[in-house]
């Protein structure tokens, strides 16, 4: 395996011409069972590395009476306790900054990113400068893949901050050999000044979320810019679903005229391009090399078979300083075996990453998720560009409603238009999701727009709750 050791070293003047199909040909067309003999062996590698230098995972192992002489297969892996995002923040308000599962000296961290903090407790992430190179050195295998090759320009509208999608992006591009434009987001009055600069410096690539991809366009489109003026050609994306949802990535390429490529994993867990689509366009595929990814029962933390949907728990491959030994995701997917037709012999993540375990929510006995609203709401003919799910309680009874904005044709279509949009809206709701949704139907401009991740569900039935209790 090309570059492949422990720790992680790599010939930085190396990159492939550019008409090359794989970064590393070996890495990434070997026989799966092939590949899974190496992963073994650094998993063995990783896992003492940890049981030396971290109190957190020696103690955990310890505990579960594991030990990483014992895992001489990748069945006996599943046995190690899974590690969970509530670990990590309990281990770092108890040693902070880093936590115990630092497993170098904190001398030794040359960056400091995380996550913010809205939920709980902020994580820190701690990353050395071995493994800063490290991400920089897997992500650029990635965008290969992807079609991104030294003469791209890729323009990178996202936040310059804690989230580490930008920073990886930009280290990944720059070790690639193309040219960078770190334009960001967030400032006001900044997606006015990103139009005038896409169409002014009309590169190749773009990099973001979905939302603000999205919002990105509406803009251009309030100035009378044709988004397909930037001239993109490959738009590739993380953060949130959407990019793997086909109505939410046809609107996208339908709107700039470029290619939709999914990507992304967890934060914890960098390179966060370890699921991630190919030119091929089949589902994200699964960098076990670089990653190594389990698909997983939620409940039993086993590997489910191929074809069935589980949760993601991942072991970094490459990382010293804050290594991931199966940190549990709680996104959901389904796999299968692979191989891609670009070649390379991962497996596959046909739909993506399309929910988190923790988002669905029970309507009269209906499990649903927001993805399967977003894939409904986006695919309307009307459809203005935004909408808001709300979970509310009339009486005893749950109740589902979803604030659709119309778009200015309907608008000035009239009444009528309005009322068709808001019935088949609320007919194509209930025909997926097997429950009744009410759909309110509002102008447009009515509902705010996301320059990050969109965050669309309101779920006021705590507010009911409480006024139930003071009456």
Not at 5 to 26: I, L, V
Request: glycine letters at 8%.
């Amino acid at each position: 395996m090309e570059q492949w050791s422990w720790p992680s070293r790599y010939d930085e003047s190396y990159r492939p011409a550019p008409d090359e199909t794989y970064w590393f040909t070996r890495r990434e067309t070997m026989a799966p069972v092939e590949r899974d003999a190496a992963i073994l062996e650094r998993i063995r590698q990783v896992m003492t590395w940890c049981w030396e230098r971290s109190p957190f995972y020696r103690r955990k192992w310890e505990e579960a009476g594991i030990h990483p002489g014992a895992i001489r297969s990748l069945d006996d892996f599943e046995r190690v306790p899974i590690t969970t995002k509530e670990e990590l923040r309990a281990t770092q308000a108890a040693h902070p900054p880093f936590g115990d599962y630092l497993c170098v000296d904190a001398r030794e961290v040359s960056h400091v990113h995380g996550t913010s903090g809205t939920t709980g407790r902020p994580t820190a992430f701690g990353i050395s400068a071995d493994d800063w190179r490290a991400i920089a050195n897997e992500q650029c295998r990635v965008m290969w893949a992807m079609g991104i090759r030294p003469s791209d320009t890729v323009f990178i509208g996202s936040f310059f901050s804690l989230y580490m999608g930008s920073w990886g992006t930009l280290i990944g591009a720059e070790r690639l050999g193309a040219r960078v434009f770190p334009f960001g987001a967030g400032a006001p009055g900044q997606t006015r000044r990103a139009v005038t600069w896409l169409k002014e410096m009309r590169p190749s690539a773009f990099y973001g979320t979905p939302s603000y991809a999205l919002h990105l366009a509406e803009v251009a489109r309030e100035t009378g810019i044709d988004p397909r003026e930037f001239g993109l050609r490959i738009l590739f994306f993380s953060g949130e679903p959407g990019a793997s949802i086909p109505s939410i990535r046809t609107k996208i390429e339908r709107l700039y005229g470029g290619v939709v490529i999914d990507s992304g994993s967890m934060a914890e867990i960098s390179p966060w391009m370890n699921l991630a689509e190919s030119s091929a366009r089949v589902g994200m595929l699964v960098w076990q090399d670089i990653v190594y990814c389990e698909v997983c029962d939620p409940r039993t933390h086993r590997r489910v078979r191929y074809g069935a949907e589980g949760t993601p728990i991942y072991t970094t491959l490459h990382r010293r300083s804050q290594p991931m030994v199966r940190l549990v995701s709680n996104d959901l997917t389904s796999w299968e075996a692979g191989p891609s037709p670009c070649g390379r012999t991962y497996p596959v993540l046909p739909r993506g990453i399309y929910g988190r375990i923790d988002d669905m929510f029970t309507i009269r006995g209906e499990n649903v998720y927001p993805s399967a609203i977003d894939a409904v709401v986006t695919a309307l003919p009307g459809y203005g560009g935004e909408h808001r799910i709300v979970i509310t309680r009339e009486e005893a009874m749950d109740e589902l409603a979803v604030r659709v904005e119309y778009d200015q044709a309907t608008w000035g279509s009239g009444d009528a238009a309005i009322d068709a949009l808001r019935r088949r809206a609320e007919a194509d709701l209930r025909t997926v999701l097997g429950v009744r949704a009410r759909v309110i139907a509002v102008a447009p401009g009515t509902l705010e727009r996301t320059e990050f991740k969109a965050r669309r569900v309101v779920d006021d039935r705590d507010l009911w709750r409480e006024a139930r209790r003071m009456t």
